[in-house]
């Protein structure tokens, strides 16, 4: 698990935190000088992670660290700890999601240009506790957070195992071949097709 040097405690009163552009927990408060330190130990815990994910994923360079979060304008990230680990606690795992403006294809083969297009960006659990169900809990906290549904989601590059996961827990196989990295389900464009 990733373990730090600084106590991480503070940074997670809760068991998910989610951080956008501004580096900061979304449960913080505090004056100027705990701000700096807060962005600069969550700025070493996002590089981190975001490290762990591309070596897990077999990737060169990290899709997410702190300096792409804070250049974002749209983008979201949610870290799941286990504060009562060890000394410090540690943080378990991310999931890094965003909205996209997109060119897809439907199921008819015709290109659509989506807006604000649900997009999962990165996730990742540490290797010792994949497949114990951490993922599906990390991952239904942000569905209801952002009040999305996982039908409605694109997903960048998915690896096999993320394939898996949304067959396993959402019944999700089927997808609609794209020009793009992305993958999309079908039942992604049902809503719109119904509306006529
Ligand atoms: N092999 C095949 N399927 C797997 C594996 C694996 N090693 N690990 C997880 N899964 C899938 C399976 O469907 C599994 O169910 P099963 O054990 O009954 O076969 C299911 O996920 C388990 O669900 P959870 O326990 O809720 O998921 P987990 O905590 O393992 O988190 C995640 C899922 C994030 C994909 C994790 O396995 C992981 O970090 N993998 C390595 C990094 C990765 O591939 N991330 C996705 C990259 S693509 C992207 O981010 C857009």
Redesign the pocket.
């Known amino acids: 698990m990733a373990e730090f040097r600084f106590d991480i405690k503070p940074l997670f009163p809760l068991e998910i935190i989610k951080v956008t552009s501004n580096l900061l927990p979304h449960t913080f408060r505090g004056d100027r000088r705990q701000c700096l330190d807060a962005t600069s130990k969550m700025s070493e815990v996002i590089d981190r992670l975001g490290q762990l ?1 591309a070596v ?2 077999g990737l060169n360079k990290p ?1 997410t660290t702190a300096q792409r979060l804070r250049m974002s304008e749209n983008q979201t990230i949610y870290l799941l700890s286990d504060t009562s680990y060890g000394a410090n606690g540690v943080v378990m ?1 991310l ?2 999601v965003g909205t996209k403006d997109l060119y897809l294809f439907d199921e008819q083969g015709r290109t659509r240009k989506v807006e604000q297009t649900p997009s ?8 010792s ?11 239904e906290y942000m569905l209801t957070d952002q009040n999305w549904t996982p039908v409605k989601c694109s ?8 394939l ?2 949304f ?3 959402y019944g999700l196989v089927r997808t609609i071949p794209q020009a793009n990295n992305f993958v999309l389900y079908e039942g992604f464009f049902d809503e719109e097709a119904s509306m006529g």
């Open positions: 994910s897990s994923q899709v795992g999931l890094k999962i960006l990165d996730f990742y659990i540490h290797e506790r994949q497949r114990g169900g951490l993922g599906k809990h990390l991952f997903i960048d590059r998915p690896s096999e195992k993320l898996n996961f067959k396993k827990h």
